[in-house]
């Protein structure tokens, strides 16, 4: 059958693997140290059952992570992927991923809180656009709010200075002078970016509660539109139950070019809201709500979503999720009124 090859392939990377998993001092999510670099990674498998298109089994990421430090001014990263692989299809048939280099960076340590960062990186818009790995994320499906209506790598130059012991702001500001390194195709993203700009401020109060704002302007390649987007986020716990919030809206200007999407809206937002319950120590359940406005579609999409989460360990989560979708789905992107179940684990 079409899906015996991609299953064999992924079996023997798991057989390739579990040496390293029973190598002494090795802990699961805690990588490989050789030498002065570290290789780790991350997995995730998911069910996809939406109503309205056949169910399947996808590889959704096969991540895998290389960094070294070193030196004060040379500790490289870089993030390889498997994406979007499909295993089993109901009714036969499989599909292959997209091979993708998602990040790709050098670090310099300029003082003990600041570091220069020149390569492609996950841009600092927001929290959920920075917690990339799928172990890591509270659901299996991310809201448009926290990942598609603004430059999400961003290939260039950064300057971040971290807080510390300090309690003041985490701050990171950006620059990309061309366009994104290692482009992503178009099955992964119908939106690239040029000349991209902007910057985040993360302010922490108490031990894990934080606020944060975000800026970012650039040119929208597909449709040569400028956009200037602001981004607020939140994150505050009250004993067992831990509240998340992230909006952002921007204003697009400027002609459109011939053959692309029109812009009915001049400016573009969304709003996302999540609870998270601690059921007990590994069991969570969740409650999220999202309304998302494209500005090349008229009507909004609004989806709810309710979940659970179980974490055996810190590197190992499984998830089972209902997604309803109402109003109009966003064209750069599918969330659709549906069942998902994943597995999840960093190595």
């Not at 029973?22 to 570290?38: C, D, I």
């Not at 390889?80 to 280099?101: N, Q, R």
């Not at 920075?130 to 260039?156: E, K, N």
């Not at 700009?197 to 302007?217: C, M």
Request: aromatic share 12%; glycine share 8%.
């Amino acid at each position: 059958m079409h899906y015996i090859r991609p299953c064999f392939w992924l079996v023997q990377l798991m057989l390739m693997f579990s040496p390293v998993c029973m190598a002494e001092g090795y802990e699961l999510g805690q990588g490989w140290p050789v030498g002065k670099y570290l290789l780790s990674g991350y997995a995730n498998i998911e069910i996809v059952n939406r109503f309205d298109a056949a169910t399947k089994l996808e590889l959704d990421d096969l991540s895998l992570f290389a960094s070294g430090r070193v030196s004060k001014w040379v500790n490289p990263f870089i993030e390889a992927e498997l994406s979007k692989h499909t295993l089993i299809k109901e009714g036969g048939g499989a599909g292959s991923g997209d091979f993708i280099v998602e990040r790709f960076y050098n670090d310099a340590m300029l003082s003990a809180n600041d570091t220069l960062r020149i390569g492609k990186i996950l841009t600092p818009l927001g929290e959920w656009n920075l917690v990339h790995a799928a172990p890591l994320i509270p659901t299996i499906t991310r809201p448009y709010t926290t990942a598609r209506g603004f430059d999400a790598y961003m290939s260039g130059i950064s300057w971040m200075h971290e807080a510390g012991e300090s309690g003041t702001s985490d701050i990171q500001l950006y620059w990309q002078p061309d366009n994104e390194w290692f482009k992503r195709p178009a099955s992964q993203t119908l939106r690239n970016f040029h000349n991209v700009i902007g910057g985040h401020i993360n302010v922490p109060f108490g031990l894990i509660n934080k606020a944060g704002v975000s800026v970012q302007h650039g040119k929208l390649i597909e449709t040569g539109e400028m956009f200037t987007l602001y981004g607020f986020n939140v994150n505050k716990s009250f004993g067992k139950l831990r509240l998340e919030s992230e909006a952002i809206t921007a204003r697009f200007s400027g002609v459109v070019l011939p053959g692309a999407s029109p812009r009915i809206h001049d400016r573009e937002s969304g709003i996302f809201a999540l609870a998270e319950y601690k059921i007990t120590s590994k069991l969570h359940g969740i409650l999220e709500w999202e309304r998302y406005q494209d500005h090349t579609v008229s009507e909004s999409s609004r989806a709810t979503l309710v979940s659970l989460a179980y974490r055996p360990s810190v590197a190992t989560v499984w998830k089972l999720e209902y997604i309803h979708q109402a109003g109009v789905s966003s064209p750069i992107s599918s969330i659709s009124t549906g069942l998902k179940a994943a597995y999840s684990l960093l190595f």
